[in-house]
Nanobody, 123 residues
Framework: QVQLVESGGGLVQAGGSLRLSCAAS????????MGWFRQAPGKERELVAV????????LYADSVKGRFTISRDNAKNTVYLQMNSLKPEDTAVYYC????????????????WGQGTQVTVSS
């Protein structure tokens, strides 16, 4: 059974930083894409960032470009999201996702989801 366990969320002041982690287990994830979505109260779910298996290709939402960095450690089956210069509008539940296909992730329908971790940015 595949499990994605996120950690690193919390409360931070505007301008601060947080680093999210997501450890995947339950199967072999060779050639799988990993990424992060977020959903704020009353808003639609939003793709934040995606990273290829090799880590050489990344995709970011315009709203986080230049502030967030996605990375992964395949030896640990773990994906990270370094979030800098946080803004109150970054407040949301952040979800880790894994899928074999980038297009599926971009379409918003990745196969595997984590349980989510809350990020709250105070002004």
């Amino acid at each position: 059974q595949v499990q994605l366990v996120e950690s690193g969320g919390g409360l931070v002041q505007a301008g601060g930083s947080l680093r999210l982690s997501c450890a995947a287990s339950g199967r072999t994830f060779s050639n799988y894409v990993m990424g992060w979505f977020r959903q704020a109260p009353g808003k639609e779910r939003e793709l934040v960032a995606v990273i290829s298996w090799s880590g050489d290709r990344t995709l970011y939402a315009d709203s986080v470009k230049g502030r967030f960095t996605i990375s992964r450690d395949n030896a640990k089956n773990t994906v990270y999201l370094q979030m800098n210069s946080l803004k109150p509008e970054d407040t949301a539940v952040y979800y880790c996702v894994v899928d074999a296909n980038t297009r599926t992730v971009v379409a918003g329908t990745p196969r595997y989801w984590g349980q989510g971790t809350q990020v709250t940015v105070s002004s």
